[in-house]
Every structure is written in C-alpha cells, then in structure tokens.
C-alpha cells in the first residue's frame, strides 16, 4: 500500500506593504488610507474631533438630541432617514425603534449607500430592522409603495451634502483638492455642472447664482464663467479669482463656495426634488407622525417654511416650530458645518 503523498504547507502569508506615496505623510486624496478607512484609526479620528473637526471620510450628524426630541421613536415604529447619507442620524433612531420597528433609508448616492448600509450591517442592524434603497427623497412615496407601507411615523431629511462627498476630490463637490468639477450625487445620471457652465447663458446663469446662493457679485461671475469650459474645481475657483480682483481674500473664497453651492443645486435639481418632497409630504405620514428636516440655505428653508404653514393652514399638520432651531453654541464649535442648519418641524393631523 502506497503512502500518501504529504499534503503541501501552505505558504506563509507575506505582509502587503501600502503603496509608497512621497514625503512624510500621504499628500493625494486616493493614498490618505485613514481617511479611506476611518472606523480603522480610532485614535486619529478621537484627535480630529477632539480639535473641533470632521475626520475626513466621515460625517458628523447634526442636532441629534434635538431630532430625537421631536420624532420620538419608539418601539415598533416606522421611520424614514430620506437622506440617509453616513447613517449617523439612523444609528440613533434605530435602537430606539426596536424591537419591531423598522428604519428605511434613502440615499441617491450609489457610492456611498453601499458602504453605509454594510456600517449599518456591522452594528448589527439586520435585514428586519432596516433597508436601504437607492432614490432620491422625492422617491418617497413610491419607496413606501414599494415596501408595502401604508405611511411613516416619522420622517427626517438631512439636506446638507455628506462631508464624504464633499472631501472626496474625485466627486467635484468643493475646492479641497483639485478634481473634475461634476458634482452630481448620482455620477451615473445627468450633466455634470462642467457642461452646465458651457451651456448656460450669462443672464440664465446669474438668475442661478442669486436664487441658488444668494451671491451678490452674480452679474460678474457669471459674464466670467458662462460659456467657457472648465474640466476642474480648481479652473473654476481660479476664474472666479480672477473676476474679483479687488475683493477680499475671504470675500473671494466666500465667493467661490457659493458659486459651487448654487452649481450643485441646479446639477442635481435640488429644490425641484425639495418641492416635490414637500408636495407629497403629508400623504407618506401616518396620522400624528411627525417630520424633521435641516435645511443649510435660505432657498431651501423658505420652501419648507412655506410649506409647513400652507399645511397648518388647510389642516394637514397640527402643529410645528414657529421658530427655527439652530445647533447650540457647543455644536457649533465642536462642528462648523452645523452652523449654517436650520432645522424645522411638524406633526401630520390625526
């Protein structure tokens, strides 16, 4: 009887080094492994928000004590996150849903809605407690229809652009790194704002700088940039340095991120969607379900000012903040980009 020949050993595993990158520390978006992996650097990302900053590659949810207050989930409920983002506000909900209640959440954007529904996943959220769907708010009431949901105990809408999104260079969104100015939350569908500049005309365009971002020098920038090809964040940002030479350094760059600002409202067709959300709003709520949305820019707040009061008015909602509610001193300070949200509120009549 032959011997059995001995099985293989397997090889040692070698040890994969990360790419080489030049300097001390890593200066391109696609090598800064720790912003790419932050649940990875507990103790980097402690030290980021210990210096009142937002860790890239994360976002920081705002007013959550505040959301929580007006929602009131409870167990067994229905709850929509229609922006659903870096799921920070869904973690919280969550819990407070369980046992029996579920979350559904919205996202447009197909490149970060897998990797929150995975964080959601790890935190051991399951398949019964939450889903994520790919839509735009706006979708809404075909979401529900789809899931077989009659309506939602509480809604909340997040308007403001993931920080993600925003220091990922690739996306176009801000002039943190140079990228390609796109700045589409779905790269997948429509134009990107490079070819909104070469096909809009000056006065079109200056009508879009002041409702998009109430900017004051519209007439000037946009009889710099309308028409012209810019293929970069940085082309455009250099453009509208040179339309205000004699502004300010922070006049300047104020400048800019309102040109973005209003560049990434019409890209997307952010206030179409708003009013469209808004329209089919109390028809996705179960009777005494109430709705929290943060708006970061006077257009969108007037429209769900608006359309809060419009629906006290024929009765729809009962009741809802007659004032704004800002972050606290201390959120500000803990994270700058909650200082420009204003949340507002109301409850579906019964």
């Given at each position: 009887?032959?011997?059995?020949?001995?099985?293989?050993?397997?090889?040692?595993?070698?040890?994969?080094?990360?790419?080489?990158?030049?300097?001390?520390?890593?200066?391109?978006?696609?090598?800064?492994?720790?912003?790419?992996?932050?649940?990875?650097?507990?103790?980097?990302?402690?030290?980021?928000?210990?210096?009142?900053?937002?860790?890239?590659?994360?976002?920081?949810?705002?007013?959550?004590?505040?959301?929580?207050?007006?929602?009131?989930?409870?167990?067994?409920?229905?709850?929509?996150?229609?922006?659903?983002?870096?799921?920070?506000?869904?973690?919280?909900?969550?819990?407070?849903?369980?046992?029996?209640?579920?979350?559904?959440?919205?996202?447009?954007?197909?490149?970060?809605?897998?990797?929150?529904?995975?964080?959601?996943?790890?935190?051991?959220?399951?398949?019964?407690?939450?889903?994520?769907?790919?839509?735009?708010?706006?979708?809404?009431?075909?979401?529900?229809?789809?899931?077989?949901?009659?309506?939602?105990?509480?809604?909340?809408?997040?308007?403001?652009?993931?920080?993600?999104?925003?220091?990922?260079?690739?996306?176009?969104?801000?002039?943190?790194?140079?990228?390609?100015?796109?700045?589409?939350?779905?790269?997948?569908?429509?134009?990107?704002?490079?070819?909104?500049?070469?096909?809009?005309?000056?006065?079109?365009?200056?009508?879009?700088?002041?409702?998009?971002?109430?900017?004051?020098?519209?007439?000037?920038?946009?009889?710099?940039?309308?028409?012209?090809?810019f293929t970069t964040t940085a082309a455009l940002a250099g453009a509208i340095r040179t339309a205000l030479p004699r502004a300010k350094a922070e006049e300047v760059e104020l400048a800019?991120?309102?040109?973005?600002?209003?560049?990434?409202?019409?890209?997307?067709?952010?206030?179409?969607?708003?009013?469209?959300?808004?329209?089919?709003?109390?028809?996705?709520?179960?009777?005494?379900?109430?709705?929290?949305?943060?708006?970061?820019?006077?257009?969108?707040?007037?429209?769900?000012?608006?359309?809060?009061?419009?629906?006290?008015?024929?009765?729809?909602?009962?009741?809802?903040?007659?004032?704004?509610?800002?972050?606290?001193?201390?959120?500000?300070?803990?994270?700058?980009?909650?200082?420009?949200?204003?949340?507002?509120?109301?409850?579906?009549?019964?």
């Amino acid at each position: 009887m032959e011997e059995s020949p001995a099985p293989e050993q397997p090889s040692p595993a070698t040890h994969q080094r990360r790419p080489r990158y030049r300097g001390k520390n890593p200066r391109r978006f696609e090598e800064k492994y720790k912003e790419h992996q932050p649940e990875r650097y507990s103790d980097t990302v402690a030290k980021v928000l210990a210096s009142g900053k937002t860790p890239a590659g994360t976002h920081r949810p705002i007013m959550v004590a505040e959301i929580l207050e007006i929602l009131a989930p409870q167990p067994g409920q229905v709850a929509v996150d229609c922006t659903l983002g870096y799921g920070g506000h869904a973690r919280e909900i969550l819990p407070r849903l369980l046992p029996g209640g579920h979350l559904l959440g919205l996202d447009a954007d197909p490149i970060e809605l897998p990797k929150t529904e995975a964080r959601l996943r790890a935190l051991s959220f399951s398949e019964e407690s939450c889903t994520a769907y790919r839509s735009n708010f706006a979708g809404l009431p075909r979401v529900l229809a789809q899931v077989g949901f009659t309506g939602a105990d509480m809604i909340l809408a997040d308007l403001g652009v993931s920080s993600m999104q925003l220091d990922d260079p690739a996306r176009g969104f801000s002039t943190k790194h140079d990228g390609p100015l796109d700045m589409r939350m779905n790269p997948h569908r429509g134009q990107p704002a490079s070819a909104v500049l070469e096909k809009t005309s000056p006065p079109l365009l200056t009508a879009l700088f002041i409702e998009n971002a109430d900017e004051p020098n519209a007439a000037t920038l946009a009889a710099a940039v309308a028409g012209r090809t810019f293929t970069t964040t940085a082309a455009l940002a250099g453009a509208i340095r040179t339309a205000l030479p004699r502004a300010k350094a922070e006049e300047v760059e104020l400048a800019i991120r309102r040109v973005f600002q209003a560049l990434r409202i019409a890209v997307n067709d952010e206030f179409g969607a708003l009013d469209a959300f808004l329209r089919e709003l109390p028809v996705c709520l179960n009777p005494g379900g109430r709705v929290a949305i943060l708006t970061f820019h006077s257009g969108e707040d007037r429209r769900v000012k608006k359309a809060f009061a419009a629906g006290e008015r024929a009765g729809v909602y009962l009741a809802g903040a007659d004032e704004i509610i800002r972050a606290s001193a201390e959120e500000r300070w803990a994270n700058p980009r909650s200082t420009s949200a204003k949340l507002r509120w109301a409850r579906r009549s019964g």
